[in-house]
Every structure is written in C-alpha cells, then in structure tokens.
C-alpha cells in the first residue's frame, strides 16, 4: 500500500481539479486534506517556494539528481534542519531503491508523490524501518518542496515522498503531526508541474494513478557545482535592452484557512438574448435561503445530464439540502465555484441513485454562470451532486485526453444570489472544508414553466443584473485535521 501526504477535498476533478480522496488500507490512510482548485494555465510555471536552510551553509546541503521518462529533477536536501530524513533517503538512493520505481499518486492540486512501486504497482522491496518524523524542523510544506510520505503515525514513513506543488499549510504542524520537509526541487519545476498535469486512472485498488506510468529511472548523488549550472540554465535569459517580465501566474488549488481575499470578479452583462423559444431547454427555480436562482437546462448538449438532474428535481431530493462547498478564487486557488445538491444541513450524506455518463464533451465550457455535475474522479461518477460556475473555469473543461465537468446549464436569473452564496465566510467541518459558516438552505427545486422564467428575467432586467462580485468577508481561521475522511461527490 502506499504511504501519502493528506489529499484535499474534492473539488472539480479532473487532471485539474480539487478532491479529497479517501484513505485506502493503513499507508493511504494519511491521503485526505489538502486545498482544491487547479494547476498553472497553459503557458506559465509559478515558480517554487524558496526555503533557506535556516541551519546553515553549503556544508549542510546535499544535491540530488533525479531522472525521470518526463526529464530531470535535481533536489536539494537540507541536512541541516532534517538530518534522519535526508540521511533516509539517501541510503534509500545510494542502494539503487528508487531507480525503476514510479510517481504512483497525481493530486495535481497537492502533491506528486513516489518512491515506493514499480511500474506494475507492486510494492518496491527492501522498504527499510521507520523513521522519526521530522516535522517539527520548521520546514513548511511549501511549493517546491520535498518531504516524506508516511501512513497514519507520525513515525511511519519509510523510503516513500511527495512534492508540494502547491503550498500545502495544512500538512504543517501544529494543524496535525505533520509531514517532514526535507529538501526542494533545486531545478527541474516545469518537469514537476508535467507530471502533475498527467491523466489518472483507478489501478491496482489505487486512486491518482497516472495513466502512462511516469517512471524514476535513477537518482544519484549531484556536485554542487553541478545542481547550480542546472537551475541557471533553466533561468530565462534577458534580452537587451532589459525590460520588466511578466507577472507569474498564480500558484495553485485551494488552500487551507485563513483563505486570502479573492480579486473582485467583473461584472456579467444581462442576459438580453437568452433563447427561451428552444424546446429543447428547460427551467428549474432554486428557491434558496439566499434568494431566488433560475437555471434553463439545455436537453440539446446534455440530455443525459439533463434527465438526471430533473429525476431529482421532481423527487423533491433537492428540498432541503445546502450548498457545502464554496471556493473562492485567490491567489492559492484557481477555480471559483458553489457546490450543492448532496448533503443535509447536519452535513449528513443524503443516498443517491446510480453514476450517470459524463457529457464534458458536448462543447459546453465551464464558464461564469454555467452549472455543471461534480463528481468523483472516474469521469462517469456523477450521481447527484452540481455546482455553479462563479466565475471562468477553464480549468474544469475537457483539454485533450483530460476528462472535464459536464456542463449541463445556466443562470438566467439571480446570479447576484449565487454571488451571494459565494461570498459567505467559509469554515472547516471536518472531514469537509470550505463549508459556509452560516448554512446556505435549498429550500426547494422545482421545474417552472417558460413563462414564468421569462417573467423572473424580465424582472431582474429592470434591476441591477449580475453586480460584481465583492470581496467576502475574512473567515475565522479553522485548521483543517490530518486525515478526515472523503466526502463525496466534490467537482
């Protein structure tokens, strides 16, 4: 079994996307909490965290130069602050442990993880004793950084380790036990940033696995001198005259509270021309404790979709239910999105019905005002979950052989509720996170007829349509557990 850092919820999954996985078996058991949303768009790496060796000097580092099928990495491990850890690992490496073994486990809004299977996910042999946690070292599990992989005690990790991609606060004590950091990548993010955008699949009874198995082909022992040439080489080169770069883009998924203020979001235009002739469209009312919301479902692109959504509909599954999840875009978080339609307001799991297809390539995009199916990460997992598109989600659509969020419908009316809802403080309630501190209700769910859809954006018309959407108030810090366990059903 494999030994994991926490996973994050579950958010929109897809190589993108935000999930709690559950623990599997004792050395997945730590796999549960870490932030959501996406990685870098297309174009850009953010660069990693820079962590100084608090202890020292060139004497207390040690570079590594780790070769993988997607290209090279070179490690530099802090002897310095986490000498068992570093000490571990390279004994694991001098003896040829990891050459031949795989990155095992994809979160591409958490971590990489390896170290511990072969490309046929069989457990690598000569796993050696357990070391002592090194959390403790004052080390944050930043991007960019190396630390161990382990099972539910503190003292459990073996040959096993990750890499942040993305600030990870909440694997730093004193929110739990913690996870060691021990090293960085020196030169060689982009190659990271690679692995972290792979297609997953379920294999061997594992979750995140990546499709085409990335492999470790070697890691050994790098000069200084060395490591040093490499990351100046991957440095981009001026031009003359100099000139100011670019802005970075912004790190990744979602991370742990307090959640840093979101950028205002530009106001939608109204929605003049939405087409209410199509027989293939059909409106349903949200009536929430918010206010109102009108969606119009399109049968046309997502008919399965559709059908789905409307079974629970008319069943009345949704009355009563509340909206559990709410990110915000920020500099951590790259998706922006209000998720509903599975959980009571005791945050108790209502049962649903069967897995539908996923739609995702009906051409519908993710975008501001569209509400699309959450689910788990296999692409038809879907059952009855949903959540609304707050702002752009490119994120969150199908991108090559990357399975989307199918994208079923819209809001024609009472977008500013959604923004409402959006912009509630969020708290932890563990195993969840970004739960609104004060409950969102949706107190019913009905279809309603054409008319009356008209009659509710005519209205909203003659109002201030879509206002931008305002920075939410601060929420009370609330450090989320180690490992809680999955809730279901998070895009």
């Keep these: 079994m494999s030994a994991c ?51 020292g000097d060139k004497d207390t580092l040690e570079y590594v130069l780790m070769s993988t099928s997607k290209g090279d990495i070179v490690l530099e491990l802090d002897r310095g602050n986490a000498p068992v850890s570093v000490a571990n690992f390279l004994s694991y490496m001098d003896k040829g442990f990891y050459d031949g073994t795989i990155f095992h486990r994809v979160e591409p809004a958490s971590v990489i993880q390896g170290g511990g299977y072969t490309a046929d996910m069989l457990p690598r042999e000569g796993v050696g004793a357990p070391i002592k946690s090194e959390a403790g070292n004052g080390l944050k599990n930043k991007r960019g950084t190396l630390a161990m992989a382990r099972s539910g005690e503190s003292d459990s990790a073996t040959s096993q380790f990750f890499i942040n991609v993305v600030d990870n606060a909440a694997f730093d004590p004193p929110q739990g036990p913690g996870y060691a950091v021990f090293g960085r990548v020196f030169a060689g993010m982009k190659v990271v940033d690679e692995i972290r955008l792979v297609n997953t699949i379920v294999k061997a009874g594992q979750l995140s696995v990546p499709a085409e198995p990335i492999v470790i082909k070697s890691v050994k022992r790098l000069a200084a001198e060395q490591a040093k040439a490499a990351a100046e080489a991957e440095k981009p080169k001026r031009r003359a005259p100099p000139g100011p770069l670019p802005p970075s883009p912004q790190p990744t998924p979602p991370a742990p509270q307090p959640q840093p203020k979101p950028q205002p979001q530009p106001p939608v235009p109204p929605t003049p021309n939405v087409d209410m002739s199509n027989k293939e469209l059909a409106y349903v009312l949200f009536s929430t404790s918010k206010g109102d919301i009108v969606l119009q479902l399109d049968r046309a692109h997502a008919p399965i979709t559709v059908a789905n959504f409307l079974n629970y509909v008319d069943s009345g599954f949704y009355n009563g239910t509340i909206f559990h999840r709410v990110v915000r875009r920020s500099a951590t978080a790259m998706i922006d999105v209000v998720q509903g339609g599975g959980l009571t307001a005791d945050m108790v799991e209502k049962t649903a019905g069967a897995p539908i297809k996923n739609e995702a390539n009906n051409g519908l995009q993710n975008l501001r005002g569209t509400i699309s199916m959450a689910r788990r990460q296999p692409p038809d997992s879907a059952t009855c979950q949903f959540f609304l598109n707050i702002g752009d989600n490119p994120t969150l659509d199908t991108v090559g052989n990357t399975v989307g969020y199918a994208v079923f419908g819209r809001i024609v009316a009472g977008q500013s509720v959604a923004d409402a809802i959006r912009n509630t403080p969020v708290i932890n309630k563990p195993p969840y996170t970004d739960v609104p501190q004060e409950t969102v209700t949706l107190q019913s769910a009905k279809q309603i007829a054409l008319d009356e859809a008209k009659r509710r954006l005519e209205a909203e018309k003659a109002g201030a349509a879509n206002p931008p959407i305002k920075p939410p108030p601060a929420s009370p810090p609330a450090a989320p557990p180690a490992t809680p366990p999955a809730p279901a059903n998070k895009p």
Aim: proline content about 22%.
């Design 5 to 55: 850092p926490p996973a994050r919820p579950q958010v929109p999954f897809s190589r993108f996307a935000f999930a709690l996985i559950a623990a599997l078996g004792s050395d997945f058991a730590a796999l549960s909490q870490a932030p959501a949303a996406s990685p870098p768009p297309a174009g850009g790496h953010p660069a990693p965290a820079t962590q100084p060796a608090r202890a």
